[in-house]
């Protein structure tokens, strides 16, 4: 596998640039990334490897905040996962020079981990939130941003940390466990305004408490999807992952979610599309679709 490229993409988004950054590749199963479509539809728009696997990136996203600082939105797999693990996923995240993907993006974007203030995950799902964290030359796992707060949502906190035999593999607490130790994770409720202009979004149905990401400037919006549509190919609102705990709570936090983006015409971000980084959605006669 080719890991995605470029490493970064720049937009203009009101007063502010915001930078759409690759965190890595990775390749999962067609067949659970999209549930119950068939697969000659979903083919048609990512083709299947010979073990039926498609392409995927990690895709995170940095603000450039006026008065918050840069602001990161999810954070990849981190570097702290073996090769068995990495074998098993398809995951393509490192550059040479750089720990991980993430860090070489962020470097060409012009910052350095330490610039990071805010940190901000979507939930708490190992290739969301694995670079939270990273481990260090002694092998200790430290956080990877050192002079940041890492936001997230308390009930996904505490989804993450009651697991069952059907979630306990998405979720680690080496991606999490040195960040309440250094003091710099703070626990959050939706709907409330984290930094100026940015706010979660309750989009549950991938997990119960999954968040996406509203950005407002200067008149213009944008919305950080995560999960709740994790490729261009998911926006009909039946594309639905297999992953998801939920999929008729997904249906109904897209119908409701790209209902606003659609009359607010608002730039939406793609975590897991291998190509597109950035959309619009509109209704059309035959639903909801990515617009040209």
């Known amino acids: 596998m080719t890991?995605?490229?470029?490493?970064?993409?720049?937009?203009?988004?009101?007063?502010?640039?915001?930078?759409?950054?690759?965190?890595?590749?990775?390749?999962?199963?067609?067949?659970?990334?999209?549930?119950?479509?068939?697969?000659?539809?979903?083919?048609?728009r990512i083709p299947a490897d010979a073990r039926n696997r498609i392409p995927l990136g990690m895709r995170c996203?940095?603000?450039?905040?006026?008065?918050?600082?840069?602001?990161?939105?999810?954070?990849?797999?981190g570097n702290k996962e073996d090769q068995k693990f990495l074998g098993i996923y398809g995951?393509?995240?490192?550059?040479?020079?750089?720990?991980?993907?993430?860090?070489?993006?962020?470097?060409?974007?012009?910052?350095a981990p330490e610039d990071v203030q805010v940190v901000i995950n979507t939930h708490l799902h190992f290739d969301?939130?694995?670079?939270?964290?990273?481990?260090?030359a002694s092998g200790a796992i430290v956080p990877s941003f050192p002079n940041a707060r890492y936001l997230v949502h308390a009930g996904e906190m505490h989804y993450a940390t009651h697991t069952n035999e059907r979630t306990a593999a998405s979720y680690f607490p080496r991606n999490w466990d040195a960040l309440a130790a250094s003091g710099q994770l703070e626990l959050v409720q939706h709907d409330v305004e984290l930094v100026p202009g940015i706010r979660m979004r309750h989009t549950p149905g991938h997990t119960p408490w999954h968040q996406s990401i509203v950005l407002e400037s200067a008149g213009e919006t944008a919305v950080f999807l995560g999960d709740v549509c994790p490729t261009a190919a998911?926006?009909?609102?039946?594309?639905?992952?297999?992953?998801?705990?939920?999929?008729?709570?997904?249906?109904?936090?897209?119908?409701?979610?790209?209902?606003d983006v659609s009359r607010l015409s608002s730039l939406v971000i793609f975590e897991h599309d291998a190509v597109v980084a950035f959309g619009k959605i509109g209704e059309t006669e035959k639903g909801f679709a990515l617009l040209p």
């Open 3 to 44: 890991a995605p490229t470029p490493l970064y993409e720049q937009r203009r988004l009101g007063d502010w640039t915001i930078h759409a950054l690759q965190a890595g590749g990775q390749q999962l199963d067609g067949g659970a990334m999209f549930g119950v479509v068939p697969k000659p539809l979903w083919e048609k």
């Open 61 to 77: 996203l940095l603000v450039e905040h006026p008065t918050a600082g840069p602001v990161l939105i999810d954070t990849g797999l």
């Open 91 to 111: 995951i393509e995240n490192t550059v040479p020079g750089h720990r991980t993907m993430l860090e070489a993006a962020l470097a060409a974007a012009g910052y």
């Open 128 to 136: 969301h939130a694995g670079g939270n964290t990273a481990r260090d």
């Open 234 to 259: 998911h926006v009909p609102l039946p594309w639905i992952m297999g992953y998801d705990v939920e999929p008729l709570v997904t249906l109904e936090s897209k119908r409701a979610l790209w209902r």
